[in-house]
């Protein structure tokens, strides 16, 4: 922690966001499975326009899809001033009563890079399987 108590790591700009948006240059970082979490590839595999536009045709790929790409810090309307809002509030609905188990580390291709992993540690990562990406919050930034 720094001195005023925030992470310095948190509050840099090079790191990976975990649930980016799907457009040209970013990275497929994984996908979501019939059991309702989603599976990383063992890779991140960069995504084009000809992809995007291929996973389209059947909705938005933010709903079965999760991209990474660069952290945009308070470009984005997910960042709170200092960290992520999301995996915070995430890890807090998943504690609830009838939340799902968690289970191991998955398997994840930008862990050394990822924002949330650099904000709150290994327990980001069960959390993580069960997030889709908010594209409503996306709309509302572009509006
Ligand atoms: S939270 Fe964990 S599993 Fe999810 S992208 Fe970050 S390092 Fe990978």
């Known amino acids: 922690m720094g001195p005023g108590g925030e992470d310095p790591a948190a509050r840099s700009a090079s790191y990976a966001c975990p649930s980016a948006p799907a457009e040209p240059g970013a990275g497929l970082l994984g996908v979501l499975g019939p059991d309702g979490k989603i599976h990383n ?25 999760r991209f990474s790409n660069r952290c945009q810090t308070s ?11 999301v995996i915070d509030r995430a ?8 939340a799902p188990p968690r289970s191991d580390l998955p398997p994840c291709s930008i862990r050394g890079t990822c924002r949330w992993f650099a904000q709150v540690g290994a327990k980001a990562c069960p959390t993580c ?14 509006e």
């Open 41 to 65: 590839l063992r890779s991140l595999m960069p995504v084009d326009e000809d992809f995007l536009a291929a996973v389209r045709v059947r909705g938005a790929p933010e709903e079965r899809m």
């Open 75 to 85: 470009g984005c309307s997910q960042w709170t001033g200092t960290r992520c809002g």
């Open 91 to 98: 890890i807090k609905a998943m504690e609830a009563p009838g």
């Open 129 to 142: 399987a069960y997030i889709v990406t908010d594209t409503r919050q996306m709309n509302v930034a572009a």
